[in-house]
């Protein structure tokens, strides 16, 4: 098992994905590189959000700003696939950095979650617990 993920935050994406359909939902994921928390939908900022998504850089700067102050840690991102395909697009591997955060993408009310390697997305396993 790669990750653990909180029934609500699971729950907070799926939700978030049919409330955006036809367009692509995003949002903030927190917790560790081990565990998913809470998600945090934020607003989906790209000129054509039914195709890409761009997580609102305001949202993002906040976020990143309160785990400084010793809030929760960033531990990575979400967005949806309308097009029903829960893994990584040529898009999402041109937009990744590498820096190992996690991705997780909400398709067809699943989720599928992703580490973001040098080498390019891997994916990971998780069970959900309570929460």
């Given amino acids: 098992m790669d990750l653990t993920v909180t029934s609500e935050a699971l729950g907070a994406m799926i ?3 049919d409330r955006e359909e036809p367009g692509e939902c995003c949002g903030i994921l927190y917790g560790t590189s081990r ?3 809470r998600a945090q939908a934020t607003a ?3 000129p054509d959000p039914a ?14 700003r309160s785990a400084r102050g010793g809030g929760a ?7 949806s696939h309308p097009n029903g395909r829960a893994a990584p697009s040529g898009t999402d591997q041109a937009s990744a950095s590498g820096d190992g955060r996690i991705w997780a993408i909400v398709a067809s009310g699943k989720v599928t979650f992703w580490r973001d390697d040098l080498e390019g997305f891997r994916a990971l ?5 309570p929460g």
């Fill in 44 to 46: 989906n900022v790209h």
């Fill in 51 to 64: 195709r890409h998504f761009e997580i609102d850089p305001q949202a993002l700067l906040d976020a990143h």
């Fill in 35 to 37: 565990q998913i928390a």
């Fill in 125 to 129: 396993s998780y069970t959900v617990r």
């Fill in 15 to 17: 939700a978030h994905a």
């Fill in 73 to 79: 840690e960033v531990a990575g991102y979400y967005h």
